[in-house]
């Protein structure tokens, strides 16, 4: 391995300067004819990310997934290289740089495809939590990777081409996440309260419900199962204190469609100390009558709803944050930035 890397550092020296400097420079001029990917050039072009050195790596990562697609294991290798140099400059990114150095000392393509998942995991961490400038990413997932346990793989186009299969089975896999600027993402899907008229008291008993439901939420994502009962117990009895009085008739029977339900779930969480992946079960359906509730009463301050497309085996769940900053709930620490913000609730 140290041989390999002395024997790339010139090389990358050049490669990752380059990219790195090219937003100064002259556009005028072609591409060499040395590039390892014509057509990733284009792709890569659209989109700008909002960390810098990250955007730096990103057109390599395109130039991967390109070579391994291909099937050309040398392109692979070559790409690989230029990531592990980019990716010590990143915050966060030493899982990156391990990823790419082993795709650079795997001797066959198989190899380098397996842990092109684990790279691409860490990519897609990485992109997510930078967010976008300009452009738009795609989440791919082909279900048949890794022995049919399934892999991601970010693109810049709808149009799958398989990374993990090649010309063998080019098409498999589908559109998981669409990732988008901030700004165009809460343009697209920025709701109001479905309720106009609610009356004060209604106002703030539920927004203490929130609060709890946001407590819980914020334990289970920092893998807290203690804070996260806390969170239950207090959400259960905000909701016995809740004034349903001052409802109209349709804000009540809304209201008590989603009531038992919620009580149950907020109940189960504070007794489940200590079996956190339980709680979390209780969480994914809580959510659902939270988002019911949100969207028709609001909140009292605005809010996200969030979507990780990959917990409960791939079939995805919502929550609700206060934060536009994604903290994934489902995986706590292990994939803490899985999820994007499908909605800004006023």
């Known amino acids: ?93 030493a899982a990156l740089g391990a990823a790419a150095a082993n795709i650079m000392a795997a001797t066959d393509i198989d190899a380098q495809r397996t842990l092109y998942a684990g790279l691409s995991t860490a990519f897609i961490a990485l992109v997510k939590q930078s967010g976008l400038s300009s452009g738009a990413l795609y989440v791919d997932f082909c279900p048949m990777a890794m022995h049919d346990k399934g892999a991601s793989w970010l693109s810049a186009g709808k149009e799958i081409k398989n990374p993990y299969f090649g010309e063998k089975m080019m098409t498999c896999g589908d559109v998981k996440e669409t990732i988008l600027p901030a700004t165009a993402a809460a343009g697209t899907g920025s709701v109001k309260p479905q309720f106009t008229n609610v009356d004060a008291k209604v106002a703030a ?87 019911a509730l949100v969207k028709a009463f609001g909140g009292g301050q605005t809010l996200y709803h969030d979507y990780c497309p990959m917990y409960n085996d791939n079939k995805g769940a919502r929550w609700i944050s206060e934060t536009e900053v994604v903290k994934n709930p489902y995986f706590g620490s292990k994939m803490a930035t899985c999820g994007s913000v499908k909605e800004v609730m006023q």
């Open 1 to 93: 391995m140290t041989t390999l890397l002395k024997a790339v550092l010139p090389v990358l020296a050049v490669i990752f300067l380059t990219a790195c400097g090219s937003g100064n420079a002259d556009k005028s001029h072609p591409p060499h004819e040395s590039d390892s990917s014509a057509t990733a050039a284009p792709v890569a072009a659209g989109v700008h990310l909002r960390d810098d050195k990250l955007n730096a790596v990103y057109p390599h990562y395109v130039q991967l997934t390109t070579a391994l697609t291909n099937g050309d294991m040398a392109a692979a290798k070559i790409a690989a290289s230029a990531i592990a140099a980019g990716a010590g400059e990143i915050t966060g990114g």
């Open 205 to 291: 008993s539920l927004k203490a419900v929130v609060a709890q439901y946001l407590q819980i939420k914020n334990g289970l994502a920092e893998d807290n199962s203690a804070g996260a009962a806390n969170g239950g117990k207090a959400m259960a009895a905000a909701m016995e204190k809740a004034d349903k009085t001052a409802m109209t008739p349709e804000q009540q029977q809304l209201y008590k469609e989603n009531e038992d339900d919620l009580k149950e779930h907020a109940e189960h969480i504070g007794k489940n100390e200590g079996n956190i992946e339980h709680q979390r079960e209780h969480f994914a359906q809580m959510s659902e009558d939270v988002y």
